[in-house]
């Protein structure tokens, strides 16, 4: 394998700019996910390695980068390899690299050989003993955050974090707060949230203040 082909002690500026993007996007959103990505990028290298015609640090480039679409983004329905991708070619990565993010959960069709390594890879991270559970150790810390922020505020008698913590639902009490209430209560929390929490995309916020009558017929 040629030099060009290898990772040497000395980075380039686009493995450089790679790892800067990690970092800042575990600032954002930080989580097990990071050494996750850390870990897949180790082990696309060793085997990009081994593989004459790929080249190693494009390899490593892709582990990093492969979840970085778990970072805050306007478009929080679509799924976070789609808006790694979208990243990436923001960013003027590749095209071999952002086709490797886009289609590591198969949102896009696999056009090299690096595609299949981060897959594979990416797999492999998740089998490690312990990492699962980190991960879901991490989302029940956060939607629990998110529900006990809520909690916090006067009125309140339930709230539920739904849709994977993108939505939380908040039930308050219809003798304690009245509809204009309602309404500041909203956008207190989402504000709340926003300066207080770390989270992908964004947190809708739902008050609900409901008053039933009940009556029966004999």
Not at 137 to 143: Q, V
Not at 160 to 186: C, H, M, P
């Amino acid at each position: 394998m040629n030099e060009k082909q290898r990772t040497t002690s000395t980075e380039s500026h686009t493995l450089t700019a790679a790892k800067v993007l990690l970092f800042e996007a575990g600032k954002q959103n930080p989580g097990p996910w990071i050494r996750h990505s850390e870990f897949v990028a180790e082990a696309a290298g060793k085997i990009a390695s081994q593989c004459p015609d790929l080249d190693v640090e494009q390899a490593v480039i892709c582990g990093l980068l492969h979840d970085i679409g778990k970072v805050p983004d306007d478009e929080p329905e679509l799924p976070h390899a789609i808006l790694g991708m979208k990243l990436c070619e923001k960013y003027k990565e590749k095209p071999d690299i952002c086709n490797a993010v886009g289609a590591h959960h198969d949102e896009v069709e696999m056009q090299t050989l690096l595609a299949p390594i981060v897959q594979v890879c990416d797999a492999i991270s998740g089998a490690r003993p312990g990492a699962r559970r980190e991960i879901v150790e991490a989302y029940i810390k956060r939607l629990n955050d998110l529900e006990q922020l809520a909690l916090s505020y006067p009125g309140v008698v339930k709230t539920y974090a739904i849709q994977a913590g993108r939505e939380l639902r908040v039930i308050v009490g219809a003798d304690k707060i009245d509809d204009k209430d309602t309404e500041n209560l909203s956008a207190e929390i989402a504000k709340k949230i926003q300066d207080e929490m770390t989270y992908p995309g964004q947190v809708k916020i739902t008050v609900i203040r409901e008053t039933r009558a009940v009556s029966y017929a004999k």
